[in-house]
């Protein structure tokens, strides 16, 4: 599955990524360990390597629960946006993560990215709801929600284990119904 507007393009996440990845995750250990996810105590470990990491997000494509892919721009791999907790049934719902290298940040790949992922959850996988979380502080992940025109449904104390605590989450949602012609539409 490749989503494609102009240079920039959302690919399946695969193992050739590997050296791309971690050159563009060490430069950017700074930008991103307040951002990532990281285990809570008593958890299951998260991945050590990059290749335990991309099976354990095929084992859950392959049952049907995650979407991951590789932001590219110009041919270059430039982040991960990762479609994840899809939910079937009576919910139809799933959530969306994403981060960008510093270096390409600003130039609304991002917001692009998302708005090209959600249309696809709506459009391709027929699902209903999806939910984007932010920690209050994050204000240049907040703007890409408020770009997309996503509304804001609640608030989440201590949501997700993020950056080595619990941390609180405002959640934004949009529905299918609410944006008829799809997210890319309002760009
Ligand atoms: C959030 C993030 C994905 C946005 O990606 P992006 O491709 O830069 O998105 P945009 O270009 O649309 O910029 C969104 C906002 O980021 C801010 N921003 C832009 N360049 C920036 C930079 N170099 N440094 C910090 N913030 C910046 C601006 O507020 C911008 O809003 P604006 O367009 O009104 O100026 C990116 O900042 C990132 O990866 N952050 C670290 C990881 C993270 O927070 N992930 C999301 C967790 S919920």
């Known amino acids: 599955m490749v989503l494609a507007h102009g240079a920039l393009r959302l690919r399946p996440l ?27 105590p008593g958890a299951e470990a998260r991945p050590r390597t990059f290749a335990a990491m991309v099976r354990g997000m095929h084992a859950e494509a392959r049952a049907g629960r995650q979407l991951p892919f590789a ?15 899809i939910v079937r049934g009576s919910a139809q719902f799933c959530s969306v993560g994403y981060w960008i290298d510093e270096a390409q940040a600003g130039k609304g790949l991002m917001t692009r990215a998302v708005a090209m992922a959600v249309d696809h959850c709506f459009f391709a996988l027929k699902l209903h709801r999806v939910e984007i979380a932010i920690r209050p502080e994050n ?31 405002r959640l ?9 012609k799809g997210l890319e539409a309002r760009l």
């Open 172 to 180: 934004f949602a949009v529905c299918r119904e609410d944006a008829p």
């Open 14 to 40: 695969t193992r050739s990524d590997r050296k791309a990845w971690r050159k563009v995750r060490e430069r950017n250990l700074a930008w991103l360990t307040r951002w990532d996810a990281t285990t809570p």
């Open 139 to 169: 204000t240049a992940s907040l703007r890409v929600v408020e770009k997309l025109g996503i509304p804001e449904i609640g608030y989440a104390p201590r949501y997700l284990h993020i950056d080595g605590d619990w941390r609180d989450h």
């Open 71 to 85: 932001v590219e721009y110009d041919g270059e791999f430039v982040g991960q946006l990762t479609v994840n907790n």
